[in-house]
T-cell receptor
Framework: GENVEQHPSTLSVQEGDSAVIKCTYSDSASNYFPWYKQELGKGPQLIIDIRSNVGEKKDQRIAVTLNKTAKHFSLHITETQPEDSAVYFCAAERNSGYSTLTFGKGTMLLVSP | GAGVSQSPRYKVTKRGQDVALRCDPISGHVSLYWYRQALGQGPEFLTYFNYEAQQDKSGLPNDRFSAERPEGSISTLTIQRTEQRDSAMYRC?????????????????FGPGTRLTVL
């Protein structure tokens, strides 16, 4: 089955700095890679996603890059703000059988004012 | 509008008891997913439904776990003869379109979860 590794487990940055979270996956059949943000006491919420036919996607301060050859994808947050503090999860969806998401273990991002 | 709701939010039970966890998806959402999330981990897939049909239950740990969605809306996850290792956050998610395989590309909307503690 699919295995998704996520690093780092915690990341502390100063407000205004950039933050990068990296994930690798094992199943070459995976073709969809969403990122979810989980705030304290809430469920995960989709913030950006990327499909295999695209190498990069940007939405305001967040961007995701995908390298299918190397089987890794990354989340980039620029000009971080304290409200970006949360746990971020990457996930991969395989393109075979019934589609289900496999999540990474999460990265706790702390943005200090 | 209202998001996904789950009840109870917290459940404490004694080992050996049965528990039923409820999920109310977003109105009109067709597919419904159950996940288990241990502390410090990402959500782990358990099972999912399209309408009332259970499409995939490969993630259920053993036969003590079962789920149903009889009318294609509310779903119940039941754990029989609970064990301490069942303690976790149980999350439900729903999506507006069915997932029949291939790539769904469907955003999943997660509920706040039920924190289950088995003593």
């Amino acid at each position: 089955g699919e295995n998704v590794e996520q690093h780092p487990s915690t990341l502390s940055v100063q407000e205004g700095d950039s933050a990068v979270i990296k994930c690798t996956y094992s199943d070459s059949a995976s073709n969809y890679f969403p990122w979810y943000k989980q705030e304290l006491g809430k469920g995960p919420q989709l913030i950006i996603d990327i499909r295999s036919n695209v190498g990069e996607k940007k939405d305001q301060r967040i961007a995701v890059t995908l390298n299918k050859t190397a089987k890794h994808f990354s989340l980039h947050i620029t000009e971080t703000q304290p409200e970006d503090s949360a746990v971020y999860f990457c996930a991969a969806e395989r393109n075979s059988g019934y589609s289900t998401l496999t999540f990474g273990k999460g990265t706790m991002l702390l943005v200090s004012p | 509008g209202a998001g996904v709701s789950q009840s109870p939010r917290y459940k404490v039970t004694k080992r050996g008891q049965d528990v039923a966890l409820r999920c109310d998806p977003i109105s009109g959402h067709v597919s419904l997913y159950w996940y288990r999330q241990a502390l410090g981990q990402g959500p782990e897939f358990l099972t999912y439904f399209n309408y009332e049909a259970q499409q995939d239950k490969s993630g259920l740990p053993n036969d003590r776990f079962s789920a149903e969605r009889p009318e294609g809306s509310i779903s119940t996850l039941t754990i029989q003869r609970t064990e301490q290792r069942d303690s976790a956050m149980y999350r439900c998610a729903s999506s507006p379109t069915p997932n029949f395989g291939g790539l769904s590309y469907n955003e999943q909307f997660f509920g706040p979860g039920t924190r289950l503690t088995v003593l």
